[in-house]
């Protein structure tokens, strides 16, 4: 995205009831050439800034990154997917756990230190997409994130958007199903067990038990992206959510917002009514995200 385009969503929907901005869920916001400006807008408005990176701090380290997000941001989310060297190479190639380890080592002292000089808690988060190769790590990850002081661990099964991932899926059968409820009691022992330096349990986030039927895993609920939040691709277009149909116009036609303001593409008919009838639409009828963790 221009980083003029992002600024002037920003201008305009200053003074309404935005309250947090989320640079990218796709890829490294921390190589987007207009992440800085973004920073400052959201310092300047009282914005939260909502990240999730790699965890590698591309350019300028881990230090320099953590002085310009932990000041604005609510919560910096680190994928992480291995508690091992192996198996986190495996899921990220070429990534060094070692050095994974001390950016977040330098991202949680910052943190620290930014907090007791009286700055909000900026919230430090593991994002652990699961799938086979993981599975049996699950609570090692718990461990490890008390140890280095991280608030919490949320768990996100891997989305079968392409044939090659079916394989690794703990949604794709009964015995798979088994792998994951069995690691929830693991993570769940693990966040009892191992504590933060604080004395707190590490958050957990999705660890819920799967029904054994892969066509039926868990029921429903709510749609957590349909009219709470704005999803603006890099050309301008305005999604309501983050499913993939989404993108490629599958819930509709809702305008983008180099032509039209972002207030008018809120309130107008064709997103208000999917906004009041989403539960009826095909797409998000079986959407896995209205699910725990995307199950």
Not at 44 to 71: H, I, Q
Not at 172 to 178: G, K, L, N, T, V
Request: hydrophobic residues 45%; glycine residues 8%.
């Amino acid at each position: 995205m221009e980083p003029a385009l992002a600024r002037r969503v920003l201008d305009e929907r200053r003074g309404s009831a935005l309250r947090e901005v989320i640079p990218s869920t796709m890829g490294e916001p921390l190589l987007w050439a207009g992440l800085d400006g973004l920073v400052d807008l959201c310092a300047e408005r009282a914005l939260s800034l909502n990240v999730t990176t790699n965890g590698t701090f591309p350019g300028r380290g881990a230090a320099a990154w953590a002085a310009r997000l932990v000041p604005v941001a609510s919560d910096v989310k680190i994928s992480w997917n291995g508690a091992t060297p192996a198996t986190a190479a495996a899921v990220m190639p070429g990534l060094s756990l070692d050095a994974a380890v001390e950016n977040v080592r330098v991202l949680v002292a910052a943190r620290d230190t930014a907090a007791r000089a009286g700055g909000r808690h900026c919230g430090v988060s593991f994002q652990v997409t699961v799938q086979e190769a993981n599975v049996g790590e699950l609570a090692d990850i718990v461990r490890l994130a008390a140890a280095l002081g991280v608030d919490r661990v949320k768990l996100n099964h891997v989305q079968t958007r392409l044939p090659a991932l079916l394989a690794t899926s703990l949604r794709r059968s009964p015995e798979a199903i088994a792998r994951w409820n069995a690691a929830v009691d693991a993570v769940r022992a693990a966040a009892e067990t191992a504590r933060l330096p604080t004395g707190e349990r590490v958050l957990l986030q999705n660890a819920v038990e799967l029904a054994p039927d892969p066509a039926s895993p868990a029921p429903r609920g709510p749609c957590p992206f349909v009219g709470r939040e704005a999803w603006i691709h890099p050309d301008g277009r305005f999604a309501p959510c983050p499913h993939p149909a989404a993108s490629q116009g599958g819930l509709g036609d809702f305008g983008s917002v180099a032509e039209t303001p972002l207030r008018a593409l809120w309130a107008s008919d064709r997103f208000l009514a999917l906004v009041a009838g989403y539960e009826d639409h095909a797409v998000c009828r079986t959407c896995p995200l209205r699910r725990p963790g995307g199950a």
